[in-house]
């Protein structure tokens, strides 16, 4: 009778229950596929078991995307446009973080996916996942930490390609650290390709190996790589938190050849909570529960939630912003959504030791990398991982240095240089007796530097070229005719299709080399047209009579007529030369500065002789860029050609501009910097010289400074005349209170004119009392 009673009870909550559709697309048969599924019909268990009162129910639709992207789409159409349902959990297949948005924000039904990223102009999809910013965080964290200057990236090709790429490119440029090599290996690749990739990166002195790819493609990436020797002490091997699953392989094999490796795993607090889900678990599976299984189990209760909340069904904007708002203390710690994004806790750091793993350290947003999680209160915190808590490949605790000496080259390495021009860069001679190239400057110096800073030896030879420019060399580099160009190469966006250069050594962009002129005493009158001048002046001599009239209406000075006068053209002669009684003296200043350095440049720009230096890449494009319309171009291989060339000027067979890179106009400056030579402009569009765009003016603007106009100052001169005029008028207006008395009010009601009494009131004397 009691279950009878019971049943009854339990039929009729029932039927008070509001369902609520909700769609999970996932790949069922995959492992990370499965683990979500099971913990999110877990979690729907024990919500609702805790929380028996409450009005509505997930009703879970589940579809197999089988790991297929359009599958995946598909099914999510399917699921919003027939089951209508009020939200989508999943894919965890990555199809596209737009396409994905888009759909989610037409229909305005949440979409918690758990691929791609969170963006938001699509605010209808959520994320739960490791962002990828976070990622490219911690590894780069990690190798400043071991002072390792390259690092080698091998990633997953993919469509939409690698997630932390970009994010790592940015951070190590930060830090100066280098990518210097990277290798993308398809999923499908056979063991052929993949060897055939690995033999690359034995050529490579770099052996620091940063590694982001799915566990089933690692599990034939690794077990090759000990085959063939690489997974020695001389190697370090680091694995993002996509990786770092490979360490839950079964297979043997594939396990002995992470020995030492180096990874990054989602942190997931202990807590009571966490322990008996486990525990659970483990009756369940053998493996161990994943962090994205954790993350899913949270979602479920946020999402249980915020439905119980909105209380409103098919309002998913009502839904979402409920979602919004939930914020609990769930089994994976604070669970939060962001800017549409899950709350990291941070990074584990993982090392494969021992046929299994231990944990050496821990990520931080706040704290970055340290040896205890910043959650334990308790335990007194170091910074950095302990030499002696890494154990690398071989067993070794020695860290690796990043480089091997590879010797199994036995060859020099030929490294291009330009014969026949001389500069302060490179100055390179051919002796065809000792068939020896010798070359000397700058950039020879720099790389002479940089070879002896080198913890190995390495050989090289010049290879002479007399002929052809820098792009002819640049391709004989591409294909492999020789290893290397030494010298003043400026690096280029078009020449990055075909070689790698090194960083910059130079200052950017291109110039423009002029000669001053001297001789014009009158310049310094140019920079302010002549309408600007007579208002000015205006302006000085009715601000210089206000401060006289001012003054005359004290009847204690003693000063005569002539003295005014005097006194007025003194203020004048004082404010045209104090820098601090006009606020346009500094913008005149700027402006004749230009001036003095421009006004050759303007004869170019009208039709003169511009010079290049020799057979520069530049020389059509930037003329072009300068707007000198009917130019010549004439051009100059030395530093006395063109010095000799300015000196000149263009009327008299020489040139009016010279238009070079800015190194080599700064070692002109340097060579001659008693001549009356100057830089007139110059703009970064180049990346300056590297081993292995153009003083860009806006089309819109002249290349010669103009004359400031009386527009330029209205706001000025009106400040001034309004602060002048206001000035006499108070002191008026205090003259004539003061002097006023009883008998000149009747005066003036009597029928004496105002004028009269004004000036009766002026020059009466004050009657104090």
Request: include cysteine; charged fraction near 20%.
């Amino acid at each position: 009778m009691l279950l009878f009673i019971c049943t009854l009870l339990s039929r009729g909550l029932c039927a008070n229950f509001v369902d609520v559709d909700v769609g999970i697309v996932l790949d069922i048969e995959s492992w990370i596929g499965k683990s979500i599924h099971s913990s999110v019909m877990m979690a729907i268990s024990d919500f609702y078991a805790r929380n028996h009162r409450y009005k509505t129910r997930i009703v879970v639709h589940t579809r197999d995307s089988k790991g297929d992207r359009l599958r995946a789409m598909s099914t999510v159409l399917d699921l919003l446009n027939t089951v209508k349902v009020n939200a989508v959990i999943g894919p965890e297949t990555y199809i596209g973080s737009e396409l994905l948005g888009s759909i989610a924000d037409t229909a305005k039904v949440p979409i918690i996916s758990f691929a791609g990223k969170s963006l938001l102009e699509y605010p209808y999809l959520l994320n739960i996942k490791e962002d990828e910013i976070s990622m490219a965080k911690s590894i780069c964290a990690l190798v400043e930490s071991y002072k390792w200057r390259d690092v080698i990236y091998v990633y997953e090709e993919t469509d939409h390609g690698s997630e932390i790429l970009q994010n790592l490119f940015e951070l190590f440029q930060d830090k100066s650290i280098r990518i210097t090599y990277r290798i993308a290996i398809s999923a499908s690749a056979e063991n052929e390709q993949i060897v055939k990739e690995l033999h690359k990166l034995m050529t490579i002195h770099t052996t620091v190996i940063i590694v982001d790819m799915s566990p089933s493609l690692a599990s034939r990436f690794f077990p090759n790589a000990k085959r063939l020797g690489m997974m020695s002490k001389e190697y370090a091997w680091i694995l993002s938190q996509k990786t770092i699953d490979i360490l839950q392989s079964t297979n043997f094999e594939v396990i002995e050849s992470l020995q030492g490796a180096l990874g990054f795993r989602s942190y997931v607090p202990a807590s009571r909570r966490l322990h008996y889900f486990t525990k659970r678990w483990n009756k369940k599976f053998t493996r161990k529960v994943h962090a994205l299984a954790i993350w899913a189990y949270d979602t479920i209760w946020s999402l249980a939630e915020s439905i119980e909340r909105a209380r409103v069904r098919q309002n998913s904007t009502l839904l979402l912003h409920e979602i919004l708002k939930s914020e609990f203390k769930g089994m994976s710690g604070e669970f939060r959504i962001t800017d549409r994004n899950l709350i990291s806790n941070g990074f584990e750091i993982v090392n494969a030791v021992d046929y299994g793993e231990r944990i050496v350290g821990y990520w931080t947003l706040s704290k970055g990398i340290t040896r205890t999680h910043p959650s334990f209160k308790d335990v007194v915190r170091h910074s950095g991982i302990h030499k002696e808590d890494v154990i690398w490949p071989e067993g070794s605790t020695t860290i690796p240095n990043g480089w091997t000496v590879q010797t199994s080259h036995g060859k020099k390495l030929r490294i291009g240089v330009r014969t026949g021009i001389k500069s302060l860069f490179v100055h390179a001679v051919y002796y065809d007796q000792k068939n020896l190239t010798n070359a000397t400057g700058f950039s020879v110096d720099v790389f002479n530097t940089c070879l002896q800073a080198l913890p190995y030896e390495v050989t090289y030879e010049f290879v002479p070229y007399a002929n052809g420019t820098f792009d002819d060399i640049i391709q004989k580099v591409y294909n492999k005719e020789i290893d290397g160009l030494l010298g003043d190469s400026t690096i280029l966006a078009k020449r990055y299709k075909f070689v790698d250069f090194t960083a910059t050594y130079t200052d950017l962009g291109l110039g423009t080399l002029v000669k001053t002129n001297r001789k014009y005493m009158w310049i310094f009158l140019k920079p302010m047209n002549a309408n600007l001048w007579l208002t000015f002046l205006a302006f000085l001599i009715c601000n210089c009579l206000v401060i006289w009239a001012i003054e005359a209406m004290d009847q204690e000075s003693k000063s005569t007529s002539s003295q005014g006068i005097g006194t007025i053209f003194w203020l004048i002669i004082l404010t045209i030369f104090s820098a601090q009684s006009c606020l346009s003296f500094s913008l005149i200043c700027s402006t004749l500065t230009s001036m003095l350095t421009v006004e050759q440049f303007e004869t170019a720009s009208k039709g003169g002789i511009v010079g290049i230096r020799g057979n520069a890449f530049y020389g059509g494009m930037t003329v072009n860029k300068l707007n000198f319309t009917d130019y010549k171009r004439r051009q100059y291989y030395t530093y006395e050609d063109s010095a000799d060339a300015l000196t000149k000027g263009g009327k008299h067979g020489g040139a009016d501009a010279i238009v070079d890179e800015v190194p080599y106009i700064k070692a002109f400056l340097s060579k001659y910097s008693n001549g009356d030579f100057a830089m007139v402009s110059s703009d970064p569009v180049t990346s300056g010289f590297g081993f292995t765009e153009f003083p860009v003016l806006p089309q819109d603007s002249s290349t010669k400074p103009k004359s400031m106009s009386v527009e330029r100052f209205a706001g000025l001169f009106i400040v001034s005349g309004a602060t002048s005029f206001l000035a006499l008028m108070i002191s008026l207006i205090y003259l004539i209170r003061a002097k006023m008395e009883v008998h000149s009010i009747i005066s003036v009601v009597a029928g004496r004119s105002i004028m009269a009494t004004i000036w009766h009131l002026l020059h009466r004397k004050v009657i104090y009392r």
